[in-house]
T-cell receptor, first 110, second 115 residues
Framework: QKEVEQNSGPLSVPEGAIASLNCTYS??????FFWYRQYSGKSPELIMF????GDKEDGRFTAQLNKASQYVSLLIRDSQPSDSATYLC??????????FGAGTRLFVKA | GAVVSQHPSRVICKSGTSVKIECRSL??????MFWYRQFPKQSLMLMAT?????????EQGVEKDKFLINHASLTLSTLTVTSAHPEDSSFYIC???????????FGPGTRLTVT
């Protein structure tokens, strides 16, 4: 069964620190990888996507992909209390089917 | 990013009645949309894949006769919860996918409460 695994957390970091969120996936055929942020009671919001090995930066966010290790990560620099949310990792396998991880809860302490 | 709307955002209905939820892609055409359900403090659960012009594909354990999906146009998919019961109370979220990039954009969700 194709899976995306995440540590459920909570991950607690002080304000201003770097938050590091990790994700592994089981299907080597996965081609596209996404990070979503979900606030409590709200629907997920796409924040980053990555297709190629290496790093991709967008503002305070950096996504990292290592296909050999089947590993995806999201770094959040200068973490803010407003970043406190659940972060979902997702991988797209064949066609449009997207497999979501269960999410990691991040708590940024002011 | 792309915009997906959902209506209604919140609905309360009596047990035994049916509820229709609409999902629209506002600024792009979506041949494929997804319907998810999320219970409190749990992860997203994919219910079905909605394909424009053809029958929806349901995930294992999801009753297709209870959760009717219609994807009649490239911008609209509907989910009808038939004969709703209290255990159907949940947060229903739709999403639409950009075929060019596989980016998936979510609607704001519909909170269903069945009394």
């Amino acid at each position: 069964q194709k899976e995306v695994e995440q540590n459920s957390g909570p991950l607690s970091v002080p304000e201003g620190a770097i938050a590091s969120l990790n994700c592994t996936y089981s299907d080597r055929g996965s081609q596209s990888f996404f990070w979503y942020r979900q606030y409590s009671g709200k629907s997920p919001e796409l924040i980053m996507f990555i297709y190629s090995n290496g790093d991709k930066e967008d503002g305070r966010f950096t996504a990292q992909l290592n296909k050999a290790s089947q590993y995806v990560s999201l770094l959040i620099r200068d973490s803010q209390p407003s970043d406190s949310a659940t972060y979902l990792c997702a991988a797209t396998t064949g066609g449009f089917k997207t497999i979501f991880g269960a999410g990691t809860r991040l708590f940024v302490k002011a | 990013g792309a915009v997906v709307s959902q209506h209604p955002s919140r609905v309360i209905c009596k047990s035994g009645t049916s509820v229709k939820i609409e999902c629209r892609s506002l600024d792009f055409q979506a041949t494929t949309m997804f319907w998810y359900r999320q219970f409190p403090k749990q992860s997203l659960m994919l219910m079905a894949t909605s394909n424009e012009g053809s029958k929806a594909t349901y995930e294992q354990g999801v009753e297709k006769d209870k959760f009717l999906i219609n994807h009649a146009s490239l911008t609209l998919s509907t989910l009808t919860v038939t004969s709703a019961h209290p255990e159907d109370s949940s947060f229903y979220i739709c999403s639409a996918i950009l075929s060019s990039s596989y980016e998936q954009y979510f609607g704001p969700g519909t909170r269903l409460t069945v009394t």
